[in-house]
């Protein structure tokens, strides 16, 4: 994949530019604030962003608003973002429209080179990776998440690697139950939470991002 780096750290952008390159992507272009990440993107076009949320030049949250920006301007382009922080008002309007090529992982979570690479690559492929402790804290800032105790034990379990962008063949290998099990948890959890069936948009999510509206 042709890759573009956005984080601060002058230290983490080389090294994750010699992770990529030894995992076999090409890393078009490296940047430490959110100007020059929109002017890379224009220029490269890449597959994947990977982002930071607080970036120069106000250190805040111009990171995840720069990848809202790009998400608006080039929806082929894939977004990670890669953080120690949850920002609840911009990440919630990001993951509110198509989930497709978009991840949010927090940085001291990725235990593994293995998993990060899996991430990026699934959103690389037009996929979603969500940190579980991302979904956590965004329902925690939200008044919305009372229905979700309509949800049986096992229906919350897939929920949550749902929320982790698994396809249904992966929980069901995971949960070590059969793939038509999983199916009917799944249209279980979009009746008791009327979630549309909307192929435009991931139902990995949809029952996450619900209550991340508004």
């Given at each position: 994949m042709r890759?573009?780096?956005a984080?601060d750290s002058v230290l983490?952008r080389?090294g994750l530019?010699?992770?990529?390159?030894?995992?076999?992507?090409?890393?078009?272009?490296?940047v430490g604030d959110a100007p020059a990440l929109?002017d890379?993107?224009?220029?490269?076009?890449?597959?994947?962003?990977?982002v930071?949320?607080r970036?120069?030049p106000?250190?805040k949250?111009d990171g995840?608003?720069?990848?809202?920006e790009?998400?608006?301007?080039?929806?082929?382009?894939?977004?990670?973002v890669?953080?120690?922080?949850v920002?609840?008002?911009?990440?919630?309007?990001?993951?509110?429209?198509?989930t497709?090529?978009?991840g949010y992982?927090?940085?001291d979570?990725?235990?593994?080179?293995a998993?990060?690479?899996?991430?990026l690559?699934r959103?690389?492929a037009g996929?979603?990776a969500?940190?579980?402790e991302?979904?956590r804290?965004?329902?925690a800032?939200t008044?919305h998440?009372d229905p979700?105790?309509r949800?049986?034990p096992?229906e919350?379990?897939?929920?949550?690697?749902?929320?982790?962008?698994?396809v249904?063949?992966?929980?069901?290998?995971r949960l070590?139950?059969?793939l038509?099990?999983?199916e009917?948890?799944?249209?279980?959890?979009?009746d008791?939470?009327?979630l549309?069936?909307?192929p435009?948009?991931?139902r990995r999510?949809?029952?996450?991002?619900?209550?991340?509206?508004?």
């Open positions: 890759l573009i780096l984080d983490l080389e530019t010699r992770l990529l390159d030894d995992a076999g992507h090409e890393v078009v272009a490296a929109l890379a993107v224009e220029r490269h076009l890449p597959d994947v962003a990977v930071d949320v970036m120069p106000a250190h949250d995840l608003r720069a990848a809202l790009i998400r608006e301007r080039h929806p082929g382009v894939g977004v990670l890669l953080s120690q922080y920002e609840q008002h911009y990440a919630a309007r990001l993951l509110a429209g198509s497709q090529g978009l992982l927090l940085k979570r990725v235990s593994e080179v998993e990060f690479l899996d991430s690559e959103v690389g996929g979603t969500l940190d579980p991302v979904v804290r965004l329902l800032g008044t998440a979700l105790s949800l049986s096992r919350a379990e897939v929920l949550r690697h749902l929320a982790q962008g698994f249904n063949g992966a929980i069901a290998e070590h139950v059969s038509s099990t999983v009917k948890h799944v249209n279980a959890i979009v008791k939470l009327d549309p069936r909307d435009g948009y991931s999510v949809l029952a996450i991002l619900r209550y991340l509206e508004g």
